[in-house]
Nanobody, 123 residues
Framework: QVQVVESGGGLAQPGGSLTLSCIGS??????VSWARKAPGKGLEWVAG????????FHKDAVRGRFTISRDNGKNTVYLQMNDLRPEDTALYYC??????????????????WGQGTQVTVSP
């Protein structure tokens, strides 16, 4: 049974930073991605990373501000979020892929999802 657990969310001021963590069983060697869902909006993909951590991918809305990384020794994937904006407010999810390479910003029925961690950006 694959388990995925996100943490690190909270309240931040505009321009502030937060680091999200996603720990999961069997993460090593598999691609992982972050996505978010804001109130009243659909799921929006944020970033993805190959299983070996060599290649990363970031959507335009967060490129230059967010950074995805991983520590396979700790079965953990991180999302460093800097220069936060109110529009970054959302429930952030982590998803483990069944593939070693990150293939695309889209859901696969074989992905394993966590319960999410809330990020709120407000003065």
């Amino acid at each position: 049974q694959v388990q995925v657990v996100e943490s690190g969310g909270g309240l931040a001021q505009p321009g502030g930073s937060l680091t999200l963590s996603c720990i999961g069983s069997g993460f090593t060697g598999y691609a992982v991605s972050w996505a978010r869902k804001a109130p009243g909006k659909g799921l929006e993909w944020v970033a993805g990373i190959h299983g070996d951590g060599i290649k990363t991918f970031h959507k335009d809305a967060v490129r230059g501000r967010f950074t995805i990384s991983r520590d396979n020794g700790k079965n953990t994937v991180y999302l460093q979020m800097n220069d936060l904006r109110p529009e970054d407010t959302a429930l952030y999810y982590c998803a483990k892929s069944d593939y070693s390479d990150f293939l695309s910003f889209s859901a696969d029925p074989r992905d394993y999802w966590g319960q999410g961690t809330q990020v709120t950006v407000s003065p």
